[in-house]
Structure formats: C-alpha cells, structure tokens
C-alpha cells in the first residue's frame, strides 16, 4: 500500500491513505458545514482546497459541479454515481501520496495546508447525509436465530420467511443522529408484569434501554417509481458506509410490536458513525456471507460468492465513573443477506429509493457467547449480568452510560480501513 506525506499516520489509524473517507465539518474559520475527507489525525477540507486548486486537474469528471464541496450534505457528491466516487477517491489518494504528481497544489505548499489540512480534533462534525428515508433490516442471522430462540425456542426461533427474503421495517430518519450526539432515555407503554392478568400497562421511562451494533449503508443513486433495482446493479446504487447504534427500548418494544412492529421503542434516536467510507474502499475485503440453505429467488441471486465484508466489529460500554470495557467483539460477515440484495427486495415492488436513504444492517452477532451485538443477548434478556471493569456489572443500560461502536478491515496488501467511532451517551428521560 502506497504511503502519505501527511504526518501522524499511525499504522493502525482508521483513516490510512486505503481508506480516504467523506464526511461534513465545520472548521474555526468556516463554520458553515461543508465536505471533507479523513486521513489519519487530519481532515483535508475540499472547500477550502477548491477555493485555491482548480481540482479539475485532479478529477475531471467534478469540471463544473465543483460547488459539491460545499453544500451542507454530501448528497449532491452522492448523486454523482460510483464512477465519479472513484475518481474522487482515487485523484486525493494521489494528492496526498508521498511521490504525488500534484507535489506543488498542496504537499509543498505551506500556506495552503494550514487551510485545508486541518487537525480532526479543531472541528466539528455533523451528519454526513440528508437522510429522507431509513429502512432498517434484520440481516444478522445469529443475532435473529438467538433472540428468536430466546422467545419462542430454538425450533421456531425463525419465521419461514427469514431464509427467502431480507425481513425490514420502515424507521424513522428524523432521529438520525451524528455520533456524540446525547441520548434520551424514551418513556413509553411498559409491562411490569408481563405474565399478569389483565394486561396493564404502565407509562414511564424505559429499564430495559439497549443498543444494537449495526451497520449502515447510503443510497447513491435513485430509482424510478414503479421500477425494481436488480441485484447485480445494485451496487452502482450504493454510496457507502457507517456504523449504526439503533437504539432500542425493549420493554417498550415488548408491550407495542404486535401486530406492526416496534414504534416508540425504536423511534427515539439511531446513531451513525460521522464518517461514509465509500464502497470502493471496502471491496478488497469482500467476504461470503452466513450460509442460507435455502435456494434464494432469481431476484436475490447474487453473480458473486463474496458479497458482504470481512470487518472486526467492536463495542465498548464506559461507566458514568469513566471504566471502559469492550464487551463484545464480531465480525460484519456474519450477515445472512447482502445490501444489494436488501435494495433488490426494497425496491421490488417499484417503491423508488432517493439519493442519502439510509439501509441498516440489523443488528450484527456472532455465535460465540462475547459476539453478541446487544445487551439484549450479552444478558440473555435481563437474566444474566455482563461483567464491567472495576467490578461493576449490567443487564441494560443507565443513565450516564456511553457506548462506542468501532469497526475496521485490515489485510498487509490493502492497508487498514476503519469507521472511527460511533458513540453515544445517555441520558435521564425527559420530564413532561
């Protein structure tokens, strides 16, 4: 993997030059947000760089619509398709190589680094996306298969449909939220007494607040109303990636999903990791997804054995007291369902997608006992503590409890790719 000039590349930084990913910021001396792209403890804003660098020598294919650089989202640049993603991508990794051909636009221009290589920790970071759509999927088979069993038995842990289709629900993208951003604990209709008759339920701040380790995946590319995206195109549809915390509220979820499904359980704030790292980033750690032994319908057959990702997945729990402990750790192969397949059954009835939709994952768990990607499984539903640092200990989340998800890929001929974090931390319900 080529190296960079920009210094305190640390070799197990997130963001090495084989990453390059997009986010929007907001800088001590631009405080409009607008795009810029990681690399290792630094941030290169491209608005500030096209203010002095005509970046048509750099990628021609932005010649006239250079002003992506400095809208509020990065919707505009998402719309541009995967070609132009690549060339993007491909014209600031040589920018920023240590033998660059552009030495003279930035490397060896002092006055210009100062404005637009600028230290991650001086700015401020916002949501990557204007999201108008977020459909969430339940593509984790091991995580569907345990909490499945948990409630119903191994033998009807999944439904008959679980294997023939990706199963999702529509949620709620105004509570999308960038990492860091506080979490309210939501109040809703509990069950106390679930075995009690008559069902009453009470209304109050959720006991059981948990999180959900997922990842997410922008749409890029629109589709028409009334026309299907197939399989095998999907991926020309597809922006990139983030992680996704898809908060939830189990005993809120307990007493409200049936006949529709989670509402106020869910609907309360997801968190997404401030960074997209783009598809093409991403593709030299391509994996084979969880086995399905059953044959999948022509629409869902994928031209490629290896359609998910080979990435360590991880979730830290820090204390109000300041103790962390990582208390699971997977792998984002462990996914039944791939995003293109998610997309081809999304859009298999003609529903259009819009450019910054946002697909999740469901959440992501492996089958060892510590793989687990929530609360919910980690304690077996409440009946088990999960051990902290400092001799603490937790069934469900409280007040004051900060969880940070993180995820990477890593091979010696790729280099490392990473999310950077995605955290959240929370707080006591609001009083009415």
Not at 320 to 345: C, V, Y
């Amino acid at each position: 993997m080529a190296s960079s000039w920009v210094p305190n590349i640390s070799p197990t930084s997130d963001f090495s030059l084989a990453n390059i990913p997009f986010g929007i910021v907001s800088t001590p001396n631009d405080p409009s947000p607008h795009v810029a792209v990681a690399i290792g403890t630094s941030i290169l804003d491209l608005k500030a760089l096209s203010a002095h660098v005509d970046l048509a020598e750099i990628f021609p294919s932005v010649k006239g619509n250079v002003d992506i650089f400095s809208q509020p989202t990065l919707n505009a640049f998402a719309q541009l398709g995967r070609a132009v993603h690549r060339e993007v991508r491909q014209g600031i990794q040589a920018l920023l190589s240590t033998d660059t051909p552009h030495g003279a636009l930035l490397r060896d221009n002092d006055e210009l680094k100062e404005k637009a290589l600028l230290p991650q920790r001086s700015v401020k970071m916002h949501l990557p996306m204007a999201i108008g759509d977020y459909t969430d999927f339940y593509a984790g088979y091991h995580h569907a298969f345990a909490v499945g069993a948990m409630f119903r038995g191994p033998e009807h842990a999944l439904a008959p449909n679980y294997s023939t289709m990706p199963i999702g629900y529509h949620g709620r993208a105004s509570s999308v939220v960038v990492s860091g951003t506080p979490i309210r604990r939501p109040v809703g209709q509990i069950l106390l007494d679930p075995a009690a008759e008559p069902k009453q339920p009470v209304t109050g701040p959720s006991r059981r607040l948990d999180f959900e380790l997922e990842l997410g995946c922008f749409i890029a590319k629109p589709n028409e109303m009334g026309r299907s995206v197939g399989v095998n195109e999907a991926d020309e549809h597809l922006f990139g990636y983030v992680l996704l915390n898809d908060w939830s509220a189990r005993d809120i979820q307990l007493w409200e999903y049936v006949p529709l499904g989670p509402f106020n359980a869910k609907n309360f704030a997801s968190s997404i990791s401030p960074w997209v790292v783009l598809a093409d980033a991403l593709e030299p750690f391509r994996a084979s997804a969880v086995e399905n032994k059953t044959p999948p319908q022509e629409y869902l057959k994928e031209g490629r054995e290896q359609n998910v990702f080979d990435m360590r997945l991880e979730v830290d729990l820090t204390t109000p007291e300041g103790d962390t402990t990582t208390i699971a750790r997977t792998n984002s192969k462990n996914l039944m369902w791939s995003f293109p397949q998610m997309l081809a059954h999304h859009t298999l009835g003609g529903c259009p997608m819009r450019t910054g939709d946002l697909l999740g994952s469901g959440t992501i768990s492996g089958p060892g006992a510590n793989e687990s990607g929530s609360l919910l499984e980690l304690s077996n539903n409440g009946k088990k503590e999960v051990l902290l640092y400092g001799m603490d200990s937790r069934t469900f989340l409280k007040d004051g409890d900060e969880v940070t998800l993180r995820a990477f890929a890593s091979s010696s001929g790729s280099g490392r790719v990473g999310f950077g974090e995605c955290r959240g931390r929370i707080y006591s319900a609001a009083r009415a």
